[in-house]
């Protein structure tokens, strides 16, 4: 199945800094999915990007998808403490995520 | 509409037991993921089913085994349970191919 390389494992910032993951195939993907985990809960669907260079925006996080479909990225703008969780990327198919960023955000 | 459910919510067993998760998927659902994650970890493939059918299977042992069954609910079965096989088990169902809604997981604890 797809193997989704993410990186980096864990981020600590500073709140108002920005944050980025990155999620990288070895394989060119049909798509890719967002999601996020809070501390003790479970994962939730973020978004989902088709299209070759596709970009989308939910507030304050920015989604893109390679123009080789083979990587990914999340940005989030400013982070604040609710922001605080592991967020995970996923190719299409057999669903197999990546090993996930955690990010920890200091007040 | 009710979310993908998962029961129990926590089990505890004795190492060398069987342990036995259940997971109905939200109705119209036909593929079912089950997934291991330890504790601070990432999410571990387990299992796919579409179909009643085994998609694929992630790098787990032969003790790791499930089935799913005609109106889409899946089990899945832990053999000869070792320390290591504590964690979280999630699992999640999706219209196949698209966007997963995962349950709130069963905890379970090998002693």
């Known amino acids: 199945g797809q193997q989704v390389m993410q990186i980096p494992q864990y981020q600590h910032v500073q709140e108002g800094e920005d944050f980025t993951t990155y999620c990288n195939s070895s394989t060119t993907l049909s798509n890719i999915q967002w999601y996020k985990q809070r501390p003790g809960g479970h994962p939730v669907f973020l978004i989902q990007l088709v299209k070759s260079g596709e970009v989308k925006k939910q507030k304050r996080l920015t989604f893109q998808f390679g123009e080789a479909k083979k990587n990914s990225s999340l940005h989030i703008t400013a982070t604040q403490t609710t922001d605080v969780g592991t967020y995970f990327c996923a190719g299409r198919g057999d669903m197999r995520f990546g090993a996930g960023t955690r990010l920890t955000v200091k007040p | 509409e009710a979310g993908v459910t998962q029961s129990p919510t926590h089990l505890i067993k004795t190492r060398g037991q069987q342990a036995t998760l259940r997971c109905s998927p939200i109705?119209?659902?036909?593929?079912v993921y089950w997934y291991q994650q330890a504790l601070g970890l990432g999410l571990q493939f387990l299992l796919w089913y579409d179909e009643g059918e085994e998609r694929n299977r992630g790098n787990f042992p032969p003790r790791f085994s499930g089935r799913q069954f005609p109106n889409y609910s899946s089990e899945l079965n832990v053999n000869a349970l070792e320390l290591e096989d504590s964690a979280l088990y999630l699992c999640a169902s999706s219209p196949t191919g698209t966007r997963a809604f995962f349950g709130q997981g069963t905890r379970l604890t090998v002693v």
């Open positions: 109705s119209g659902h036909t593929s």
